[in-house]
C-alpha cells in the first residue's frame, strides 16, 4: 500500500516538473527552470527517505527473526537438531563442542559442514521422522515468512513442507517400512532427503555464529539447553 502511494507521489512529481519544463520552453521564462528542479529535488529526497525506512524495518525484521528462531530451536526443534547432529558420521560435530567453540572455530565447524555424511540409512530415518513429528513449526515459519516478507524462508519452508507430505504419503501406504530405503532406491528422492537434512544442520551453525557474535548471552542459554536435554536423553 505504501509502495503504490509513492509511486503515485513520484509521478506526479515527475509531472509537475515536466510541466515547468513545457511553461519554460513556451514562455522562456528562466523562473519555471528552477520551478521545475524542485520536484525532481523533493523526489531525490523521498526516495533517501524510502530507502532508510525500508533499511530500518528489515532491521527490525531480522531481529523478530532471530527471537521467533530462539523460540522454536529451544523448544519445538530441539529434539529433531539433536537426532540430526547424532546422525552424523562427518563433520564430527556436538552439542558441546558447539558451545564451547571459539567464533573463528564455529565459522570452521560451519566451513567443514558444506560436506555431511550420515552414519547409516537408519540414523537419517531417525532424522526424518523428526522432521514429520516437526510439521507444525514448518507451518508456524511458512507464516511468519509471509508476515515478515521473508521469501527464501517461505521458499524453504514449502519444500520442507513437500517433503514431509512424500514421507506421510509413503508412511500410509507402507506404516512398516523405512522411507529412507525407499529414497535410496531413487535418485531424485535421496537428493531431496539429504538436502532437507543437511539444510538443517547448516542452519542451526548459521544461527549458532549468528547469536555467538550478536547475542553471546542468548546462544549460552540455547546451548544449554541442549546439553541439559541431551543428559537426559542419555539417563531416561
Given at each position: 500500500?505504501?509502495?503504490?502511494?509513492?509511486?503515485?507521489?513520484?509521478?506526479?512529481?515527475?509531472?509537475?516538473?515536466?510541466?515547468f519544463?513545457?511553461?519554460?520552453?513556451?514562455?522562456?521564462?528562466?523562473?519555471?527552470?528552477?520551478?521545475?528542479?524542485?520536484?525532481?529535488?523533493?523526489?531525490?529526497?523521498?526516495?533517501?527517505?524510502?530507502s532508510?525506512?525500508?533499511?530500518?524495518?528489515?532491521?527490525?525484521?531480522?531481529?523478530?527473526?532471530m527471537?521467533?528462531?530462539?523460540?522454536?530451536?529451544?523448544?519445538?526443534?530441539?529434539?529433531?537438531?539433536?537426532?540430526?547432529?547424532?546422525?552424523?558420521?562427518?563433520?564430527?560435530?556436538?552439542?558441546?563442542?558447539i558451545?564451547?567453540?571459539?567464533?573463528d572455530?564455529?565459522?570452521?565447524?560451519?566451513?567443514?559442514?558444506?560436506?555431511?555424511?550420515?552414519?547409516?540409512?537408519?540414523?537419517?530415518e531417525?532424522?526424518v521422522?523428526?522432521?514429520?513429528?516437526?510439521?507444525?513449526?514448518?507451518?508456524?515459519?511458512?507464516?511468519?515468512?509471509?508476515?515478515?516478507?521473508?521469501?527464501?524462508?517461505?521458499?524453504?519452508?514449502?519444500?520442507?513442507?513437500?517433503?514431509?507430505?512424500?514421507?506421510?504419503?509413503?508412511?500410509?501406504?507402507?506404516?512398516?517400512?523405512?522411507?529412507?530405503?525407499?529414497?535410496a532406491?531413487?535418485?531424485?528422492?535421496?537428493?531431496?532427503?539429504?538436502?532437507?537434512?543437511?539444510?538443517?544442520?547448516?542452519?542451526?551453525?548459521d544461527?549458532?555464529?549468528?547469536?555467538?557474535?550478536?547475542?553471546?548471552v542468548?546462544f549460552?542459554e540455547?546451548?544449554?539447553?541442549?546439553?541439559?536435554?541431551?543428559?537426559?536423553?542419555e539417563?531416561?
Amino acid at each position: 500500500m505504501r509502495k503504490s502511494k509513492t509511486i503515485a507521489f513520484s509521478v506526479g512529481l515527475v509531472a509537475a516538473s515536466a510541466i515547468f519544463v513545457f511553461l519554460e520552453g513556451w514562455t522562456h521564462w528562466e523562473f519555471f527552470w528552477h520551478l521545475a528542479a524542485i520536484p525532481l529535488e523533493i523526489l531525490i529526497a523521498v526516495f533517501i527517505v524510502e530507502s532508510i525506512l525500508e533499511r530500518h524495518e528489515s532491521r527490525g525484521r531480522r531481529q523478530q527473526l532471530m527471537y521467533i528462531k530462539s523460540y522454536m530451536f529451544r523448544s519445538q526443534m530441539r529434539d529433531l537438531f539433536i537426532a540430526d547432529f547424532a546422525a552424523l558420521k562427518s563433520p564430527a560435530l556436538t552439542m558441546d563442542g558447539i558451545r564451547r567453540a571459539s567464533l573463528d572455530e564455529l565459522r570452521e565447524m560451519r566451513r567443514q559442514a558444506e560436506r555431511i555424511e550420515y552414519r547409516s540409512l537408519e540414523a537419517m530415518e531417525t532424522v526424518v521422522g523428526e522432521y514429520v513429528a516437526a510439521e507444525p513449526v514448518w507451518h508456524a515459519f511458512r507464516e511468519r515468512a509471509i508476515t515478515y516478507n521473508f521469501e527464501e524462508i517461505f521458499l524453504d519452508m514449502i519444500a520442507i513442507l513437500h517433503f514431509v507430505y512424500d514421507v506421510r504419503s509413503f508412511k500410509a501406504k507402507h506404516p512398516h517400512a523405512h522411507f529412507i530405503h525407499e529414497a535410496a532406491k531413487r535418485a531424485d528422492l535421496m537428493a531431496t532427503t539429504e538436502k532437507i537434512l543437511t539444510d538443517g544442520i547448516r542452519l542451526f551453525l548459521d544461527y549458532a555464529l549468528e547469536l555467538k557474535e550478536k547475542k553471546p548471552v542468548l546462544f549460552e542459554e540455547m546451548m544449554a539447553d541442549y546439553e541439559t536435554a541431551m543428559r537426559l536423553r542419555e539417563t531416561a
